[in-house]
Structures are given as C-alpha cells and as structure tokens.
C-alpha cells in the first residue's frame, strides 16, 4: 500500500520546481499539492499525510525561507519528509547543507534529491539566462523515481 503523501511547495520567477511537483503529481495522481500560499488553509490535511513532500528552488544559496519555516514548525513528530529541490548551478552542497539543516532540528527526514533548472537571476539575466532547456527530463525522472521509492 503506498502511503498517503501531500507536496508543499514554493516555485519562484522561472517555474523549475512547479515543473517538478507537476511531474511528481501527474505519475502519483493520489497527492495533493499544495503552494506554501495555500499551506495555512489545509494545515488538516498535511497533518494527516504519512510523508510530506517540500519542494523549493534554490534561492541565493537556500531553499525558500518560507518552506522551511512551515516544516520546523508543521511537520509533527515522526511524520516522515521528503525533499525535492531545484537548483541552477550544478553543485550538491545545497543538498547536503539542507539535509544537514532539517537533521539538526528532529525533521524525520527520509530522502532529499535535487536536479539543475534554469538559472537566470542577476547577471545569467542580461545574457538570456543558463540551462535554458532545464530542468531536464533526466533529473526530473531521477528525483520523481526516488519520491515513488519513499512512497512505498
């Protein structure tokens, strides 16, 4: 039996995580999706979920600030979390530093993934931005096939 499972999640300017949650939802048409706008609203139903899913892109170096103030705050004691990040540079010391982050405060942490989108914040923007064709079939498959690992 797969566990019930809800996404909450923040998708800022070039839409890369909103891309990953519309994947992970339309292959587990069960889970329900959540803005971290909307989050407040349904705060019933996440409490009932047996993994809760956070989706954020990286934003100067952390996940969205907002995300992680919901789950030091909201997750209860044992449910079990799953994290999907997006991120335009392609190194994995955002992953590791967040994992290290939601550890250190008690989150039930079950896995944590991440794929490369497109970047064009700052300067990348002026030059029409980087990764453009991202994020990537390939890394989306990959954090989607993990989520469904953590659902089962």
Same mark, same amino acid.
């Given at each position: 039996?797969?566990?019930?499972?809800?996404?909450?999640?923040q998708?800022?300017?070039?839409?890369?995580?909103?891309?990953?949650?519309?994947?992970?939802?339309?292959?587990?048409?069960?889970?329900?999706?959540?803005?971290?706008?909307?989050?407040?609203?349904?705060?019933?139903?996440?409490?009932?979920?047996? &993994?809760?899913? +956070?989706?954020? $892109?990286?934003?100067?170096g952390y @996940?969205?600030?907002?995300?992680?103030?919901?789950?030091? #705050?909201?997750?209860?004691?044992?449910?079990?979390?799953?994290?999907?990040?997006?991120?335009?540079?392609?190194?994995?010391?955002?992953?590791?530093?967040?994992?290290?982050?939601?550890?250190?405060?008690?989150?039930?942490?079950?896995?944590?993934d991440?794929?490369?989108?497109?970047?064009?914040?700052? &300067?990348?923007? +002026?030059?029409? $931005?980087?990764?453009?064709?991202? @994020?990537?079939?390939?890394?989306?498959?990959?954090?989607? #096939?993990?989520l469904?690992?953590?659902?089962?």
């Amino acid at each position: 039996m797969s566990k019930k499972a809800v996404i909450v999640y923040q998708s800022k300017k070039t839409g890369n995580t909103k891309q990953l949650v519309d994947e992970a939802i339309k292959r587990n048409p069960d889970i329900q999706a959540f803005h971290i706008s909307e989050a407040p609203q349904n705060l019933e139903i996440i409490a009932q979920a047996d &993994l809760v899913i +956070l989706a954020s $892109g990286i934003y100067f170096g952390y @996940p969205d600030r907002k995300i992680t103030k919901f789950a030091l #705050s909201n997750i209860k004691p044992g449910q079990e979390v799953f994290v999907m990040l997006t991120h335009g540079s392609n190194s994995d010391h955002y992953r590791l530093k967040y994992e290290a982050h939601l550890n250190s405060a008690g989150v039930n942490l079950v896995d944590i993934d991440s794929c490369q989108g497109r970047y064009d914040f700052g &300067l990348f923007k +002026l030059l029409g $931005g980087m990764h453009n064709e991202t @994020p990537a079939s390939e890394g989306i498959d990959r954090v989607v #096939s993990k989520l469904e690992e953590a659902l089962r």
